[in-house]
């Protein structure tokens, strides 16, 4: 079993980065497909961003693409996701999860694990 502790929220305007990061123990990372996922309040949780162990293939939302990069470093047992041009919509609490299926995920029920969140809070 893996636990994964996510660090890098805060509150930023409108146009910042910020790069999150999710740190895996328990188990390597590199067993896993990892995503990033988030919930805005009153919103049901959706996808964001997905990668392969390898890190040789991803995938992102379209309300994301060209804004948000998903990558790994197996060796640090850490998934990132740098997240640039931030809108005030992009505002949630921010999850990274862990698939230990052989594809890309897209659905909260295609993970198996999960961690607390961080939160990101976007001004206008």
């Known amino acids: 079993q893996v636990q994964l502790v996510e660090s890098g929220g805060g509150l930023v305007q409108a146009g910042d980065s910020l790069r999150l990061s999710c740190l895996a123990s328990?188990?390597?990372?590199?067993?896993?497909?990892m995503g990033w996922f988030r919930q805005a309040p009153g919103k049901e949780r959706e996808f964001v961003a997905a990668i392969m162990r390898s890190g040789t293939r991803t995938h992102y939302a379209d309300s994301v693409k060209g804004r948000f990069t998903i990558s790994r470093d197996n060796a640090k047992n850490t998934v990132y996701l740098q997240m640039n041009s931030l809108k005030p919509e992009d505002t949630a609490v921010y999850y990274c999860?862990?698939?230990?299926?052989?594809?890309?995920?897209?659905?909260?029920?295609?993970?198996?694990?999960w961690g607390q969140g961080t939160q990101v809070t976007v001004s206008s």
């Open positions: 999860a862990a698939r230990t299926n052989y594809d890309l995920g897209y659905r909260i029920y295609e993970y198996d694990y």
């Open positions: 328990g188990r390597t990372l590199g067993a896993y497909i």
